[in-house]
T-cell receptor
Framework: DAGVIQSPRHEVTEMGQEVTLRCKPI?????LFWYRQTMMRGLELLIY????????DSGMPEDRFSAKMPNASFSTLKIQPSEPRDSAVYFC??????????????FGPGTRLTVL | AQSVTQLDSHVSVSEGTPVLLRCNYS??????LFWYVQHPNKGLQLLLK??????LVKGINGFEAEFKKSETSFHLTKPSAHMSDAAEYFC?????????????FGSGTRLSIRP
């Protein structure tokens, strides 16, 4: 398996533009997570899905952020409109029954977003 | 409620000397505990995990961690540091129940290796 795939790896955009980040989880994993990592705030859980259904989006910063999972092999995180403070590395991770019996999360390589 | 505390934000050791990264946790239930490593500009990779089996857990790259319930600790160690160990390390606790929201990441410890 190729692992968790994220695209693009780097994104530079201007304030006000829409940004869409993409993730393909590991086949067979039924949980998908979106995280944001910054120097100031560390690693933050934004939202997670179970069987394509959003379960907890309490970490989503504001209405400018939205996430979808139309099928088991694809998810998007959209920021509209983007702001400079959204600059961060965004990670996608997938898992099978995370936390139970030590099932770990598998992380993608991340998307480094820079909003000018 | 669960929590995890990584006691050092930055640790610096000389190559060939032992590594100790400290992690304390709080959990109402029997926890699962993990250590992840993140190399520069990379995603997080699992080093090792504890799941109520053996208290001494061996991971990749020569790392190991010992679960000490009495001390609520899960410190990460390595006998001899290598330059390639320079990275950020995260301690993670889960209560072992089904809610994925109860997976808590520590704030991370940056490990530097001096030649």
């Amino acid at each position: 398996d190729a692992g968790v795939i994220q695209s693009p790896r780097h994104e530079v955009t201007e304030m006000g533009q829409e940004v869409t980040l993409r993730c393909k989880p590991i086949s067979g994993h039924d949980y998908l997570f979106w995280y944001r990592q910054t120097m100031m705030r560390g690693l933050e859980l934004l939202i997670y899905f179970n069987n394509n259904v959003p379960i907890d989006d309490s970490g989503m910063p504001e209405d400018r952020f939205s996430a979808k999972m139309p099928n088991a092999s694809f998810s998007t995180l959209k920021i509209q409109p983007s702001e400079p403070r959204d600059s961060a590395v965004y990670f996608c991770a997938s898992s099978s029954r995370p936390g139970q019996a030590g099932n770990e999360q598998f992380f993608g390589p991340g998307t480094r977003l820079t909003v000018l | 409620a669960q929590s995890v505390t990584q006691l050092d934000s930055h640790v610096s050791v000389s190559e060939g000397t032992p590594v100790l990264l400290r992690c304390n946790y709080s959990s109402s239930y029997s926890p699962s505990l993990f250590w992840y490593v993140q190399h520069p500009n990379k995603g997080l990779q699992l080093l090792l995990k504890y799941t109520s089996a053996a208290t001494l857990v061996k991971g990749i790259n020569g790392f190991e961690a010992e679960f000490k319930k009495s001390e609520t600790s899960f410190h990460l160690t390595k006998p001899s540091a290598h330059m390639s160990d320079a990275a950020e390390y995260f301690c993670v606790v889960s209560d072992g129940y089904s809610s994925a929201s109860k997976i808590i990441f520590g704030s991370g410890t940056r490990l530097s290796i001096r030649p």
